[in-house]
């Protein structure tokens, strides 16, 4: 009688040990679970920062571009030869004929215009829809008042003006729908004495759509700042271009974010976090230079990009997995027999977010290519290695001739698919061992491991000229476009870093494009492979 006591005694205290030790180890995986949650909530975060902080570099790089572009065009202008004989014989029949060609060959500007020392417009060609259209005499206007004028006038030989981006103004009232622009000016010079000034009118709305894509669809707040904090761009699209009216002044960013605009107007490049009842979002934002890398060229000149990633955006892309962490405590805190099963399947599925993110940062989500952050990686690596193994490689930079035709003329979704099509003839003309990569808007970069001489890097480089010259079907429409494409070489002597290396051959790839388009060059001396 006294063991079947016991054996009862033993069985009643058994019920409140396991329910004890049930709660307990519930407590345990709740709270690895909180702390799981928490950790991939700050990864996920991080990765979104990080991957927003490579896309503004990208950015500021496309504008940088544009207007190194531009620069190139308005100094060309200034120096024509019909242009210095027409401030002589007051004959500005040839000038108009030239501006023309040249605005029916660039078809991005809007005007193309010289002004006199009084600033009476002496010639001007306006771009109508894709024809340039010389402006009758009686029609040009005078533009002394113009705040660009006088600006321009002061400037020394060789030097630009570059207005603030703001909207067109024509007869003295805004152009109508807005058009923003940009114009960028510089003195005429005969007998070193400044004789008037050549500005080009560039139109602006694409550059702000490459910017910052289109906002007023985002899943996140993006915006578009000038000097001032006022909004060029905004997903609050009635707050945009406020200093062009009267009863915009109070929109800008400083006064939407008082507490946060101080630190991030005053830094090129920030992540600052802020709180809501919703929980922790993310600010992140970067200074747009687009002169930073042009010689004689005010290094001061900026936009700043702002990011808003919400406490929402994170939660919403968290939701599905916070549901399943709570059903899976449940789960494992009554079956506390199967905690491995459990912990090995969170295992699998953190191991998978983390690749995915991986991914994500490293490659090119429209065309799968790797990306910018890929590729200077690679090369990083390469060069290290070059030394040791006595190898040589060949970087060529690609930027397609025509590509901002396709989107003007069929829309962005047909400029995506061309661009897919386009990593799909360069990845199958290259060998399986050397790699293309995107490198951003509508350039790709290819590097040629398998070449062994300057002339076999040559001959690469021609085949790909020979395969996007093909025409490409976008929806039933033939399509052509052309490459131009720039060459630097690297053997055993190659002392530069990665970035150095793009950067010679993307100048070299100016070159080809100034030769014609459709071409390649070589980056200086640089044919020894």
Not at 149 to 173: C, K, W
Not at 326 to 332: A, D, E, N, R, T
Not at 384 to 407: C, I, Q
Not at 465 to 489: E, K, T, W, Y
Request: glycine letters at 6%; a negative charge; aromatic letters at 10%.
């Amino acid at each position: 009688m006294s063991l079947g006591w016991n054996h009862q005694k033993r069985k009643l205290q058994k019920g409140p040990l396991v329910l004890l030790l049930t709660l307990f180890f519930g407590m345990i995986v709740s709270l690895i679970l909180v702390l799981f949650y928490e950790g991939q909530l700050n990864t996920y975060r991080d990765s979104l920062v990080f991957e927003e902080e490579v896309h503004l570099r990208s950015r500021e790089h496309t504008a940088a571009t544009r207007f190194q572009d531009v620069v190139a065009d308005v100094q060309f202008l200034s120096q024509l030869g019909s242009l210095q004989e027409a401030i002589e014989t007051q004959d500005y029949s040839q000038v108009q004929q030239d501006f023309k060609a040249f605005a029916q060959v660039k078809e991005i500007y809007s005007q193309v215009r010289f002004l006199d020392v009084q600033g009476n417009e002496q010639v001007r060609v306006n771009l109508v829809e894709t024809q340039p259209e010389i402006v009758a005499q009686n029609k040009l206007q005078k533009k002394s008042h113009r705040y660009y004028f006088p600006q321009t006038m002061a400037l020394l030989p060789g030097e630009t003006y570059v207005s603030p981006l703001d909207l067109n103004i024509e007869n003295h009232e805004l152009e109508q729908p807005f058009s923003p622009m940009i114009r960028f000016s510089t003195a005429v010079f005969s007998h070193q004495v400044s004789q008037g000034i050549v500005i080009l009118n560039f139109p602006a709305k694409n550059l702000l759509e490459e910017i910052t894509g289109d906002v007023h669809d985002s899943e996140d707040a993006v915006f578009l700042l000038n000097e001032e904090g006022y909004y060029l761009s905004s997903t609050e699209q009635e707050k945009e271009w406020g200093f062009m009216f009267l009863e915009g002044k109070d929109f800008r960013f400083q006064n939407d974010y008082p507490l946060l605009a101080p630190s991030i107007l005053s830094t090129h490049a920030s992540s600052i976090e802020f709180e809501t009842p919703e929980g922790r979002g993310v600010f992140i934002s970067r200074r747009i230079r687009p002169m930073v890398a042009l010689s004689g060229m005010p290094k001061n000149y900026h936009w700043t990009m702002v990011v808003r990633i919400d406490a929402q955006t994170l939660s919403e892309h968290f939701s599905p997995m916070r549901r399943g962490l709570i059903g899976m405590g449940v789960f494992i805190t009554l079956l506390s027999v199967f905690p491995s099963i459990l912990i090995a399947r969170m295992y699998i599925q953190s191991k998978s977010r983390r690749d995915a993110l991986e991914h994500s940062a490293n490659y090119d989500r429209l065309t799968a290519l790797p990306n910018r952050r890929f590729l200077i990686t690679f090369l990083a690596n390469l060069l290290m290695t070059l030394h040791k193994e006595g190898s040589s490689f060949a970087v060529l930079f690609l930027d397609l001739d025509g590509f901002k035709g396709v989107n003007d003329n069929h829309g962005h979704d047909a400029g995506d698919h061309l661009l897919k099509q386009v990593a799909y003839r360069l990845s199958e003309t290259v060998r399986e061992s050397d790699v293309v990569a995107r490198y951003g808007g509508d350039e790709f970069v290819v590097v040629a491991l398998s070449v062994t001489s300057w002339r076999s890097a040559g001959i690469l480089a021609g085949k790909l000229v020979d395969a996007i010259s093909q025409p490409f079907n976008l929806s039933g429409h033939s399509i052509s476009i052309g490459v131009s494409i720039g060459i630097r070489c690297a053997s055993t002597q190659c002392k530069n870093s990665p970035e150095e290396v793009i950067r010679d051959a993307d100048a070299a790839m100016y070159e080809a494009k100034k030769a014609g388009k459709g071409q390649f060059r070589f980056h200086g001396n640089s044919t020894d492979c």
